[in-house]
């Protein structure tokens, strides 16, 4: 009912910057929040970034003032624009949405597949 195809990870050099985004298609009604989350190897997966509908964004201590989150209504597409990257934000990054999609409608939690991002030191 709601696909997500993620892209933009890959290998960088710490200090440098990557931008993920994550696109929504599908029977989609509408799109609450939208975020990213990341997994490191060893750990659990944790929030990195999320948005409302509104605009409201949040962002785990850790990447406050390195990372900004935007989306694109229109495209059904949210960003992740992340900067001065560290050895430690290295993981696999996915995408959720929380939409309202198919017939009859319903409240979904949607995951993409992730993507990797390694940073080197």
């Known amino acids: 009912q709601v696909q997500l195809v993620e892209s933009g990870g890959g290998l960088v050099q710490a200090g440098g910057s990557l931008r993920l985004s994550c696109a929504a298609s599908?029977?989609?009604?509408?799109?609450?929040?939208m975020g990213w989350y990341r997994q490191a190897p060893g750990k659990q997966r944790e929030l990195v970034a999320g948005?409302?509908?509104?605009?409201?964004?949040n962002f785990a201590d850790s990447v406050k003032g390195r990372f900004t989150i935007s989306r694109d209504n229109a495209k059904n597409t949210v960003y992740l624009q992340m900067n001065s990257l560290k050895p430690a934000d290295t993981g696999v990054y996915y995408c959720?949405?929380?939409?309202?999609?198919?017939?009859?409608?319903?409240?979904?939690?949607?995951w993409g597949q992730g993507t990797l991002v390694t940073v080197s030191s």
């Open positions: 948005i409302t509908s509104g605009g409201s964004t």
């Open positions: 599908g029977s989609i009604f509408s799109i609450n929040a």
């Open positions: 959720n949405v929380d939409a309202v999609a198919g017939i009859p409608l319903k409240n979904l939690k949607v």
